[in-house]
């Protein structure tokens, strides 16, 4: 999707996003952020933080910077309730205003599958965590059933371009994190890949934890 109409989508929907992820989506969040292993005083990005579904499961001590291209969702994450200590920024993910290694840990949910260039954005990540980071990613992708692949195929021009529900969360309905993670050349080690598939083909899902490999 460009990057446009995606801040327009959820510009729009922002007050709706997490009453249709907690219906179609909802899945908790306190073990992605306790697979990073915070440490007090550590920095972690939260990439594309949304409505900040993250926050509340961040632990005291440590320091979240957030980051979206739509300020009304980081407005609505501005109303959680979290121990961390939490700065919001504006920025765009292909572009992520900051320095080389700035960061201990890095966080993404449900991100890469509405980028057009997700391995870009991957890559950006990388850039701005240190190495050694963890990097820990919640998202919709691809079924590695053929079967329900076919039905994804089906859905996957309106998810993309009308939403579901039709003008609303938009994605790659065949997200394929097999090519992003083991065929992209990414400087990654693959720590934990866990692949949620269900005969449902709105609900296959990932939840991977990956180490910063670069020199």
């Not at 994190?177 to 866990?194: F, R, W």
Request: hydrophobic share 40%.
């Amino acid at each position: 999707m460009k990057i446009d109409n995606l801040i327009e989508t959820y510009e729009q929907m922002a007050v709706d996003y997490e009453a249709i992820v907690r219906r179609y989506w909802h899945i908790e969040r306190e073990p992605l952020i306790a697979s990073l292993q915070l440490k007090p005083g550590q920095t972690v990005l939260d990439v594309a933080l949304g409505t900040g579904l993250n926050l509340p499961a961040y632990p005291e001590g440590v320091s979240v910077v957030g980051v979206d291209l739509s300020e009304k969702m980081m407005d609505e994450a501005r109303k959680k309730r979290v121990s961390a200590d939490v700065t919001f920024k504006i920025s765009d993910i292909y572009n992520l205003d900051f320095p080389d290694n700035s960061f201990d840990a890095a966080v993404s949910g449900f991100t890469f599958c509405i980028l057009e260039h997700p391995v870009c954005a991957f890559q950006e990540i990388l850039r701005v965590t240190k190495p050694g980071a963890f990097i820990a990613i919640l998202d919709y992708c691809k079924s590695q059933d053929p079967e329900i692949q076919k039905w994804q195929e089906l859905i996957a021009d309106a998810a993309l371009h009308q939403g579901f529900p039709t003008g609303k969360i938009m994605w790659d309905a065949l997200m394929d994190y097999d090519e992003l993670i083991y065929n992209s050349k990414l400087s990654i080690e693959v720590l934990t890949d866990d692949r949620t598939e269900s005969p449902n083909p709105f609900s296959c899902g990932c939840q991977l934890l990956v180490k910063n490999s670069k020199a």
